[in-house]
């Protein structure tokens, strides 16, 4: 019975450039405090979707490499993102797990040895919600940290489309995510989620072309390992300043949320929503993010979402 981690990596075009940077620096950090933890135990594969074979080859020392071909259309990068990912499902063997990423994220060091905890305990999926940081030329590339100091670099690199999120501060039009921020904390809830990881022991499509729900509905609430702890696992994307929500003339308030809500969550975007998730600092100093969460769940039209453990 296989037990692999596999890992799946789109990285084509300017992509595969910044995944060989700062990114796959951060990836084996992550490695090396799995074999750490697990004593070499946990075998690991890489998927690679890429135009250079011969730079992705040996990106990841010691690591069977699996390279599959770029897409030869690049006018619809979305697509060929989930296509990527579903090729890597594709690859993996019963019981693998499975990793979803992009060639942009970093990831804080304890997030695959976490995965694997999570897997070891009995779920069967595996979700981080993740931050941004503006990518700036003129930044040096972060060097691996740990989960929570990558946290906390992107709350001081707090990127745009972040910051239009802001419930009160910002003007985004799809408020997807939420953030607050008080006395040095931050906490986030979120409708749409990664599903950083999850668990082949079932046939997996990504029907729609959509990561975030598509694949995770395969998967009971009870299911699901969805981290809410600074510490344990973190990611965050590199992104341009100039990548942002589509805005609005009003701050971001309660009637926004719920008109966004309403209009087409899933019932895995109302329990996503229920998670109060801890970016950076003491939780308990931010206060009003449960008010809000409490009057938009109130309108949640599904019962099997409210009644789902947390």
């Known amino acids: 019975m296989s037990r692999r981690l596999v890992v799946v990596v789109p990285a084509w075009g300017r992509y595969a450039r910044m995944f060989l940077g700062a990114p796959l620096a951060s990836h084996r950090a992550a490695l090396e405090r799995l074999r750490a933890e697990f004593r070499g135990t946990v075998p690991v594969t890489y998927v690679f979707r890429t135009d250079e074979p011969r730079r992705f080859a040996g990106a990841v020392p010691g690591v069977e490499t699996i390279l599959l071909p770029a ?7 979305y697509r060929d993102m989930t296509s990527t990912h579903q090729r890597g499902i594709d690859v993996a063997g019963e019981n693998d797990r499975v990793v979803l990423l992009t060639a942009d994220a970093l990831l804080g060091s304890e997030t695959f040895a976490t995965v694997e905890h999570a897997f070891r305990s009995g779920r069967r999926a595996v979700v981080c919600p993740g931050t941004r940081m503006p990518l700036r030329r003129w930044w ?5 940290r740990d989960s929570r100091s990558l946290n ?6 707090w ?21 607050w921020r008080e006395r040095g904390a931050a906490v986030m809830r979120s409708f749409h989620a990664h599903p950083l990881a999850v668990l082949k022991d079932r046939p997996l499509k990504i029907e729609d072309g959509t990561l975030d729900i598509a694949l995770l509905e395969n998967y009971g609430f009870e299911e699901i390992y969805y981290n809410v702890r600074p510490d344990l696992m973190a990611m965050s994307v590199l992104d341009p300043p100039s990548r942002t929500n589509p805005l609005t003339p009003w701050k971001l308030d309660l009637a926004q949320v719920l008109a966004w809500a309403v209009r087409g969550a899933r019932p895995m975007h109302w329990w996503n929503f229920r998670h109060r998730v801890s970016i950076v600092g003491d939780a308990s100093s931010v206060t009003a993010d449960q008010a809000v969460a409490d009057e938009v769940l109130r309108l949640c039209p599904y019962p ?3 009644a789902a453990s947390l």
Do not use: I, K, Q, Y
């Open 71 to 77: 897409p030869g259309d690049a006018r619809t990068p």
């Open 140 to 144: 040096p590339n972060p060097r691996p």
């Open 152 to 157: 906390e670099l992107a709350v001081r690199r």
């Open 159 to 179: 990127h745009p489309f972040a910051r239009s999120c802001e419930f009160g501060v910002g003007h985004a039009g799809h408020p997807s995510e939420l953030f």
């Open 304 to 306: 099997e979402a409210l």
